[in-house]
Nanobody
Framework: QVQLVESGGGLVQAGGSLRLSCVAS????????MGWFRQAPGKEREFVAA????????YYADSVKGRFTVSRDNAKNTVYLQMDSLKPEDTAVYYC???????????????????WGQGTQVTVSS
């Protein structure tokens, strides 16, 4: 059983930056693909970014491409989401997720991910 704990959320002005962290425990971190999702009030949970076991492959939603960067440090059991040039529409609760298989075709489908954190709030003011 993998436990995930996110941190780093907060309130930031449009154009600003935040870095989210997600620390994993209870499993062999380096064998899990990791993902970031977000959910705004009244909306469905949506895919943001994903990274392969080694960190060699990354994937992004079109809405964040060029502004967000996902990375991982397997020695620290941690995955990061660097968010730059933030916009008010980025406001949401951000969740990290883990699963064994990369399976690119299903990256953006929340039910295909096995483990979830509790989420961290990101609010971007205009």
């Amino acid at each position: 059983q993998v436990q995930l704990v996110e941190s780093g959320g907060g309130l930031v002005q449009a154009g600003g930056s935040l870095r989210l962290s997600c620390v994993a425990s209870g499993g062999t971190f380096s064998t899990y693909a990791m993902g970031w999702f977000r959910q705004a009030p009244g909306k469905e949970r949506e895919f943001v970014a994903a990274i392969s076991w080694s960190g060699g492959s990354t994937y992004y939603a079109d809405s964040v491409k060029g502004r967000f960067t996902v990375s991982r440090d397997n020695a620290k059991n941690t995955v990061y989401l660097q968010m730059d040039s933030l916009k008010p529409e980025d406001t949401a609760v951000y969740y990290c997720a883990a699963r064994k298989f990369m399976a690119i075709a299903t990256l953006n489908r929340p039910p295909s991910w096995d483990y979830w954190g509790q989420g961290t709030q990101v609010t971007v003011s205009s």
